[in-house]
């Protein structure tokens, strides 16, 4: 195969890192490291279609067309619908001029991968090539005088060329390319800009020490001179066959033609035309386009500027307008100097033309751009000038939020305020609840600042409730948090102000208490005097000192008085609580033995006389009265009343009257019998 490398040792490396590191190579211009690595990695894999295809490019980045077409064809010997292949050797063709050609494999790959954008734009651009190349020259008529002679002899040396193809090395080729073939109108033509740099390349060959010298990296200038040179040559080729002078000429033609024609347009087109560009302007700016917007709108403003009075009767309005589109656009790009700038000439345009509405768009925009760049006075200035011509009160309700916010920078909070007012009192007007919200913000600020917290509370308190009504959560957060900071202000300087006053007051009353003790002279004391009375302060202040000591301590046995009571209180309950607990335990032992049948045996028992003890003396009184043991300890024992020195108890009563006669020992004697 003659585009695959020819023999030689096998490079260290694998084919996926060739390939990989030469598409990197390829990507960042260095086309010759590039080429190297696609040969290494064709070495490990001959006929990998994508490694010929990525060489081709190679080859024709660098000029090689003929390689470049060796390799194309290659990566389609096994595959002839490998669109990549296709496409490259269409292209190759193209830059080599073969038109025809290139059409006919641009049509392959297009049929086989219509949804690829490539080849239709390959199928246009050779039909196009074609069209240049072929068309009739007829409406070109030139004469064989003058400067247009040199297109026919042009021709003439083209087809004594293409008969006499003769394979030279490399530096004939070189040297043939340095010997001037061209007549230098046509390479002006074809260049352009690039002209400039061929004259400049071909004026270093003149220096003879230059052209001996080398790089750092050890390549001869004449070499890099000479490749500059021939790359241009090729370059001025292929434009003379994709474009030939006829065409041009033609081209030139025809665009005058269509000049023409379009200067007489008719005046239904021309406000088609505005209206349409103006849409279009607006519709990118507010789609976040603003260089696009900008573009556009300076390219309308050059057209309309190209258009006669007669055409445009509005023509001075219309450029103050797209001026004004060109100051929005470099606004939102954050070209501020340049917005400026614009909306000024928009200005001039509107006193000039005596137009109300624009100057007043103007001075509008203008007042944007201060306040944007930080210059609030002369923000205030424009806008102030601008309040007269303000024909609605949303209008005016914007103007007043913007003056007062300005003047809310500069510190001026009464001014602010103000500002706020009027643009509160316009939004009621209007009945718009936003603007509203906006300016009960801007005047709760301005009396924070003023520090009247009480009513920039109140009048935060309001915004809230306008923020809820349209429902703006990012609005009534920010409107919370300020109004908690100035709440907290307003305590911590009613804090501040109410210390002040009561240690004046402290200090004032102390003065005071001092000249009524002291009874003080106006003329100066003497030293003992000074001395006593610092003495009888310091013991004043030590009396003080032990009266304060002694309430607390009496406080402390306050406090401890009351704790004792406390746990006496709890002691009396707990025994009422374990009262309660016997009572509830004998009621549950006389159910159960109500239930056992119990009740009869203890009604049919004999009656026990159990006498008191002998070291009673006396008698006691034993009536129910008296007897409240009783009723609280055994209520199951019964009294004789008719006989005082007796206890009558049923039987089983007997065990628990043991424990009951040192309560009967403490009743008091009864003196009476």
Same mark, same amino acid.
Not at 73 to 99: C, H, I, V
Not at 314 to 336: R, W
């Given at each position: 195969m003659a585009a695959v490398a020819g023999g030689g040792s096998v490079p260290a490396?694998?084919?996926?890192?060739?390939? !990989?590191?030469? !598409?990197?190579?390829?990507?960042?211009?260095?086309?010759?490291?590039?080429?190297?690595?696609?040969?290494?990695?064709?070495?490990? @894999?001959?006929e990998d279609k994508h490694c010929l295809v990525a060489r081709s490019k190679c080859y024709l980045r660098l000029g090689d067309t003929e390689n470049s077409l060796k390799d194309a064809e290659a990566s389609l010997q096994n595959d002839k619908t490998f669109a990549k292949g296709l496409y490259q050797k269409a292209e190759t063709l193209y830059t080599m001029g073969d038109f025809e050609f290139a059409l006919v494999f641009y049509h392959r790959g297009y049929r086989l991968r219509p949804e690829l954008q490539k080849f239709r734009q390959g199928i246009q651009k050779s039909q196009e090539a074609i069209v240049n190349c072929?068309?009739?020259?007829?409406? %070109?008529?030139?004469?064989?005088?003058?400067?247009?002679?040199?297109?026919?002899?042009?021709?003439?040396?083209?087809?004594?060329?293409?008969?006499?193809?003769?394979?030279?090395?490399?530096?004939?080729?070189?040297?043939?390319?340095?010997?001037?073939?061209?007549?230098?109108?046509?390479?002006?033509?074809?260049?352009?800009?690039?002209?400039?740099?061929?004259?400049?390349?071909?004026?270093?060959?003149?220096?003879?020490?230059?052209m001996k010298s080398s790089t750092k990296q050890g390549i001869k200038v004449a070499d890099m001179v000479l490749s500059g040179i021939a790359y241009l040559d090729t370059r001025t080729e292929f434009w003379q066959q994709q474009k030939p002078i006829y065409a041009r000429v033609r081209e030139r033609k025809l665009r005058q033609q269509r000049w023409i024609r379009d200067k007489k347009r008719k005046p239904a087109e021309v406000a088609r035309y505005i209206v349409k560009s103006m849409e279009d302007i607006d519709m990118l700016l507010t789609g976040g386009s603003p260089e696009e917007s900008c573009k556009k709108a300076e390219h309308v403003l050059k057209t309309i500027q190209g258009w006669s009075d007669d055409e445009v009767p509005n023509k001075n309005e219309l450029i103050g307008n797209l001026y004004s589109c060109i100051g929005n656009a470099q606004l939102e790009m954050?070209?501020? +100097?340049?917005?400026?700038?614009?909306?000024?000439?928009?200005?001039?345009?509107?006193?000039?033309?005596?137009?109300?509405d624009a100057i007043s768009r103007a001075l509008d925009n203008i007042g944007r751009v201060y306040a944007r760049i930080g210059k609030?006075?002369?923000?205030?200035?424009?806008?102030?000038?601008?309040i007269p011509m303000a024909k609605s009160s949303l209008e005016k309700t914007w103007l007043f939020h913007e003056i007062g916010r300005c003047y809310l920078e500069l510190d001026k909070a009464e001014a602010a305020?103000?500002?706020?007012?009027?643009?509160?009192?316009?939004?009621?007007?209007?009945?718009? *609840?936003?603007?509203?919200?906006?300016?009960? %913000?801007?005047?709760?600020?301005?009396?924070?600042?003023?520090?009247?917290?009480?009513?920039?509370? $109140?009048?935060?308190?309001?915004?809230?409730?306008?923020?809820?009504?349209?429902?703006?959560?990012?609005?009534?957060?920010?409107?919370?948090t300020i109004s908690i900071s100035a709440m907290k202000t307003q305590t911590m300087t009613?804090?501040?102000?109410?210390?002040?006053? @009561?240690?004046?007051?402290?200090?004032?009353?102390?003065?005071?208490? *001092?000249?009524?003790?002291?009874?003080?002279?106006?003329?100066?004391?003497?030293?003992?005097? $000074?001395?006593?009375?610092?003495?009888?302060?310091?013991?004043?202040?030590?009396?003080?000192?032990?009266?304060? +000591?002694?309430?607390?301590?009496?406080?402390? $046995?306050? @406090?401890?008085?009351?704790?004792?009571?406390?746990?006496?209180?709890?002691? *009396?309950?707990?025994?009422?609580?374990? *009262?309660?607990?016997?009572?509830?335990?004998?009621?549950?032992?006389?159910?159960?033995?109500?239930?056992?049948?119990?009740?009869?045996?203890?009604r049919t028992s004999r009656w026990s006389r159990v006498a008191f003890p002998e070291q009673l003396e006396g008698r006691i009184n034993l009536s129910a009265e008296r007897c409240f043991c009783k009723q609280l300890l055994f209520p199951s024992l019964f009294l004789d009343p008719s006989r005082a020195t007796y206890l009558r108890v049923p039987a089983h009563a007997g065990a628990r009257f043991v424990l009951f006669l040192p309560l009967l020992a403490q009743l008091p004697r009864s003196t009476g019998q």
């Amino acid at each position: 195969m003659a585009a695959v490398a020819g023999g030689g040792s096998v490079p260290a490396g694998t084919f996926p890192g060739f390939m !990989t590191e030469g !598409t990197l190579l390829y990507r960042r211009g260095e086309y010759g490291k590039a080429l190297a690595c696609f040969d290494n990695a064709l070495k490990l @894999r001959a006929e990998d279609k994508h490694c010929l295809v990525a060489r081709s490019k190679c080859y024709l980045r660098l000029g090689d067309t003929e390689n470049s077409l060796k390799d194309a064809e290659a990566s389609l010997q096994n595959d002839k619908t490998f669109a990549k292949g296709l496409y490259q050797k269409a292209e190759t063709l193209y830059t080599m001029g073969d038109f025809e050609f290139a059409l006919v494999f641009y049509h392959r790959g297009y049929r086989l991968r219509p949804e690829l954008q490539k080849f239709r734009q390959g199928i246009q651009k050779s039909q196009e090539a074609i069209v240049n190349c072929i068309g009739s020259p007829s409406s %070109v008529k030139l004469e064989n005088k003058g400067d247009l002679c040199f297109i026919s002899r042009q021709a003439e040396s083209k087809k004594a060329n293409q008969k006499l193809q003769i394979k030279l090395t490399k530096d004939q080729q070189w040297t043939k390319k340095q010997e001037p073939q061209r007549n230098p109108k046509v390479e002006r033509q074809l260049l352009g800009e690039l002209y400039a740099d061929k004259a400049y390349l071909e004026k270093l060959l003149k220096d003879e020490d230059l052209m001996k010298s080398s790089t750092k990296q050890g390549i001869k200038v004449a070499d890099m001179v000479l490749s500059g040179i021939a790359y241009l040559d090729t370059r001025t080729e292929f434009w003379q066959q994709q474009k030939p002078i006829y065409a041009r000429v033609r081209e030139r033609k025809l665009r005058q033609q269509r000049w023409i024609r379009d200067k007489k347009r008719k005046p239904a087109e021309v406000a088609r035309y505005i209206v349409k560009s103006m849409e279009d302007i607006d519709m990118l700016l507010t789609g976040g386009s603003p260089e696009e917007s900008c573009k556009k709108a300076e390219h309308v403003l050059k057209t309309i500027q190209g258009w006669s009075d007669d055409e445009v009767p509005n023509k001075n309005e219309l450029i103050g307008n797209l001026y004004s589109c060109i100051g929005n656009a470099q606004l939102e790009m954050g070209q501020m +100097e340049a917005a400026l700038q614009s909306h000024k000439m928009d200005l001039e345009f509107a006193r000039q033309n005596g137009l109300p509405d624009a100057i007043s768009r103007a001075l509008d925009n203008i007042g944007r751009v201060y306040a944007r760049i930080g210059k609030f006075q002369e923000a205030i200035d424009t806008w102030e000038e601008k309040i007269p011509m303000a024909k609605s009160s949303l209008e005016k309700t914007w103007l007043f939020h913007e003056i007062g916010r300005c003047y809310l920078e500069l510190d001026k909070a009464e001014a602010a305020r103000n500002y706020g007012k009027k643009s509160l009192q316009s939004a009621d007007e209007e009945g718009d *609840v936003e603007w509203q919200l906006h300016a009960s %913000v801007l005047v709760a600020q301005a009396q924070e600042k003023l520090k009247d917290y009480r009513s920039a509370i $109140m009048t935060f308190e309001k915004a809230l409730e306008k923020a809820k009504l349209v429902h703006d959560d990012a609005a009534q957060k920010a409107i919370i948090t300020i109004s908690i900071s100035a709440m907290k202000t307003q305590t911590m300087t009613t804090l501040r102000r109410t210390e002040r006053e @009561r240690k004046v007051r402290r200090k004032a009353q102390r003065i005071k208490k *001092v000249k009524r003790k002291m009874k003080m002279p106006r003329m100066m004391k003497s030293k003992e005097a $000074m001395k006593s009375m610092r003495i009888k302060k310091k013991r004043a202040k030590e009396t003080a000192r032990r009266a304060r +000591e002694m309430v607390r301590r009496a406080r402390e $046995m306050v @406090r401890r008085a009351k704790e004792t009571a406390r746990r006496a209180r709890e002691t *009396v309950r707990r025994a009422k609580e374990t *009262v309660r607990r016997a009572k509830e335990t004998a009621r549950r032992a006389k159910e159960t033995k109500k239930k056992q049948g119990m009740m009869k045996s203890s009604r049919t028992s004999r009656w026990s006389r159990v006498a008191f003890p002998e070291q009673l003396e006396g008698r006691i009184n034993l009536s129910a009265e008296r007897c409240f043991c009783k009723q609280l300890l055994f209520p199951s024992l019964f009294l004789d009343p008719s006989r005082a020195t007796y206890l009558r108890v049923p039987a089983h009563a007997g065990a628990r009257f043991v424990l009951f006669l040192p309560l009967l020992a403490q009743l008091p004697r009864s003196t009476g019998q």
